[in-house]
């Protein structure tokens, strides 16, 4: 199966000894390896694309230009760009062309010339092993152009990713720490799987969940445990009392990264993840793991992965939960199918309201996937709300092809917005956003604030006097502004 493979994604739980195989024999054929794994809100994704995996574009985005405000002359020479150009978004070690450079005795005037750069500043850049001191006169203007240049990369094998995990990508900077305990904690959960015949612990069984911290005091060479770590337990222990649990959102997550390592070891384009990257949502998470009566299974709910992390009482709020989605689009189309399986507003009390004025076109096809080519013409809220109800026929949902504003107060007004649990944008324009913004401030209504724009998103959750709100803040400058659909700033 592996040989003539380009990549070989692994998406279930493995003993280590064959995770190791099928990663040897995926390094000795030149073939990528993949391993993902989802357990309740904790996931990880490793990446071995052998020992020299040639990228050739970084970062996939244009290249970099900038405008030369003076290089002084001085060993390495310092260059400045003009600040109300933007910054000069390069990193150390890319390579740079410079043309109708002014100055410096002539020392920049071939045009194909190019540069490595150490970065400095977010305006200023020192050129590597060019040595300008003994020029007469600093350049005054210029142009610079980044050189997009293939870089080679060196991926270590899963055994040695396991035994020594090196620097680990961060998912979340709030959580500086969290990566290299969530690397120990998932060592203890296969340790224990491979001990019980790849089971992992039954949701609320502590004494399991216990079996694995024990396991990961004797793994933990980092002391990451060492003393009273309350904190670093509580999350061990929440792993391994949901380890058997598979959440949607976290499916969607995941395999959404998984998708774009794919893409990345086919093409070449884009940076891929070297090692193991991890994610959590432990904010989810009660203080301690719920009883063993509150999250066991029933076998006979749709919903019993949900219940095993959350619990009994956690779903029946997500059953009668009441939404307002708002945009039927990519987005839109994702909140959706997460919902229904998830089961929010699927109880008696609940409902899920969503607008969207657009109907179907052939292009939304390659991104908006509850839709087919029969549904084309036909309006994007009423088809996504059927394809959501065969998905979950207890889903209560309503579709309407209004917009959102000033002048539909009379439809979405006090008596809409006052039944209301909260509101999802689902939405392609700022203008929208900031008017949904206001009703969720004036209502006192939670917003759930998603864009993306390619391979680059963001999401943002406001909570009335809580949390800022979406309109406090705009994005910085661009150096070209496009109809903007993505929210860089503050996430």
């Known amino acids: 199966l592996i040989q003539g493979a380009s990549c070989v994604v692994v998406t279930v739980p493995l003993s280590t000894p064959l995770l190791c195989a099928i990663d040897e024999k995926c390094r000795a054929s030149n073939v990528c390896f993949i391993y993902s794994l989802s357990t309740g809100v904790f996931g990880k994704v490793f990446c071995d694309f052998g020992e020299s995996f040639v990228i050739a574009d970084k970062d996939g985005e244009n290249p970099a230009t900038s405008q030369v405000e003076n290089i002084l002359t001085s060993n390495p020479a310092v260059v400045k760009v003009l600040e109300d150009q933007g910054r000069h978004g390069l990193e150390t ?23 490595e750069v150490k970065v400095t500043g977010p305006f200023t850049f020192e050129l590597v092993n060019m040595d300008a001191s003994q020029c007469s006169e600093v350049a ?27 620097e680990l990508m961060m998912s979340d900077f709030a959580k500086f720490d969290r990566p290299p305990l969530l690397h120990l904690a998932y060592r203890a959960l296969a340790s224990y799987a491979e001990s019980h015949d790849m089971v992992y612990p039954m949701p609320g069984d502590m004494a399991a969940a216990k079996e694995v911290l024990s396991l990961a005091k004797t793994l933990d060479t980092e002391k990451l445990l060492e003393g009273d770590n309350a904190a670093a337990e509580r999350i061990i222990l929440h792993l391994a009392s949901g380890s058997r649990s598979i959440l949607s959102p976290m499916c969607a997550t995941l395999g959404g990264i998984v998708g774009q390592e794919v893409l ?25 793991p719920l009883s063993s009566s509150d999250v066991s299974p029933t076998g006979t709910s749709r919903y019993d992965s949900n219940i095993a992390v959350f619990g009994k009482e956690t779903q029946q709020k997500l059953l009668d939960l009441n939404y307002f989605l708002i945009g039927a689009g990519a987005i839109g189309c ?4 997460n919902w229904a399986l998830m089961g929010v507003a699927c109880g008696e009390k609940g409902k899920i309201h969503i607008t969207d004025m657009d109907r179907i076109e052939k292009s939304n096809l390659s991104r908006q996937f509850l839709f087919r080519n029969s549904d084309i013409n036909e309006f994007k809220s009423a088809t996504a709300a059927r394809a959501a109800k065969a998905m979950n026929p207890s889903m209560n949902i309503v579709p309407y092809q209004e917009k959102v504003g000033a002048d539909t107060e009379e439809i979405f007004g006090d008596d809409f917005y006052d039944k209301l649990s909260g509101v999802c944008t689902a939405l392609d324009n700022v203008e929208a956003r900031l008017y949904v913004d206001q009703r969720c401030l004036f209502y006192r209504l939670p917003m759930l604030e998603s864009g993306t ?19 406090a803040t705009r994005d910085p400058p661009e150096k070209s502004i496009p109809v903007c659909t993505l929210k860089n700033f503050p996430n």
């Open 93 to 115: 070690g890319d390579h740079v062309t410079f043309s109708r450079v002014k100055g410096l005795d002539g020392m920049l005037s071939d045009n194909k010339a190019t540069y």
């Open 140 to 166: 005054s203007q210029g142009y610079i152009t980044q050189v997009k240049t293939p870089v080679t990369a060196s991926f270590r094998s899963y055994r040695e990713a396991l035994a020594d995990h090196g």
């Open 264 to 288: 990345k070891s086919c093409s070449g384009k884009f940076t891929p993840i070297n090692g193991f990257f991890y994610f959590d949502a432990d904010e989810c998470l009660p203080e301690s």
């Open 334 to 337: 994702e909140m959706l199918k």
């Open 453 to 471: 724009l390619g391979t680059k998103g963001n999401t943002q959750i406001v909570i009335p006097n809580v949390t800022e709100n979406y309109g």
